[in-house]
Nanobody
Framework: QVQLVESGGGSVQAGGSLRLSCAAS?????MAWFRQAPGKEREGVAS???????SYADSVKGRFTISKDNAKNTLYLQMNSLKPEDTAMYYC????????????????????WGRGTQVTVS
């Protein structure tokens, strides 16, 4: 089990950018960002593994970029062209497992979770 701590959230105007970070207490093979808006289910945003294979939700393709620094055990999410519908609590998740295909965007596939960082776009 790893501890995950997110940072970098905040309030920004539509069209702006934010960069989220997630510091992990140890190495983990697959990591992801999820988000949850009030009254909605948690949804996958982007995932990445140590081979740099990535998956993105259709709603963020072309605007968000996920990356993982294996040496620093840190996950990033660069968010550009932000929209009001991106407003949510963003969570970092991890699972020390290599998937045969691309890293998943399924909540139940991840064992370790951070407490979240709020992103508000107005």
């Amino acid at each position: 089990q790893v501890q995950l701590v997110e940072s970098g959230g905040g309030s920004v105007q539509a069209g702006g950018s934010l960069r989220l970070s997630c510091a992990a207490s140890g190495y983990t093979y697959t990591m992801a960002w999820f988000r949850q808006a009030p009254g909605k289910e948690r949804e996958g945003v982007a995932s990445v593994d140590s081979e740099r294979r990535t998956s993105y939700a259709d709603s963020v393709k072309g605007r968000f970029t996920i990356s993982k620094d294996n040496a620093k055990n840190t996950l990033y999410l660069q968010m550009n062209s932000l929209k009001p519908e991106d407003t949510a609590m963003y969570y970092c998740a991890a699972h020390n497992r290599r998937y045969t295909r691309y890293p998943p965007l399924i909540v139940n596939e991840y064992k370790d979770w951070g407490r979240g960082t709020q992103v508000t776009v107005s």
